[in-house]
């Protein structure tokens, strides 16, 4: 099984890989999800859109706006906290 795999992902880190070729402007999403059990159950949740312009070859620029979720749920002493967040930015 250890070979099949080697031989596998050596094939595939052998395949060219081309870079992806942007005209005018981009769009991007990206999500982030983490979560604790135990004694003090707590996570937090991510979502974030933006929206680029390309400038010359290299350069894209753009607004950006993000949603966070967090909490925390303490078992031992029943503290429970959430907040939910906003924010704008450019990258």
Same mark, same amino acid.
């Given at each position: 099984?250890?070979?099949?795999l ?25 999500? @982030?999800?983490?979560?604790? $059990? *135990?004694?003090?159950? &707590?996570? =937090?949740?991510?979502? +974030?859109?933006?929206y680029g ?16 979720r967090?909490? @925390?749920?303490?078992?031992? $002493? *029943?503290?429970?906290f &959430?907040? =939910?967040?906003?924010? +704008?930015?450019?990258f």
């Open positions: 099984m250890k070979t099949i080697i031989s596998f992902f050596s094939i595939l880190i052998s395949l060219p890989v081309y870079c992806q070729s942007i005209n005018g402007t981009e769009l991007g999403l990206d999500a @982030s999800f983490n979560s604790r $059990t *135990g004694q003090v159950r &707590s996570g =937090n949740f991510g979502l +974030g859109i933006k312009f390309k400038f010359g070859e290299t350069i894209i620029l753009g607004p950006s706006i993000r949603y966070q967090t909490w @925390s749920d303490d078992g031992a $002493t *029943g503290n429970k &959430s907040r =939910n967040s906003w924010g +704008g930015g450019a």
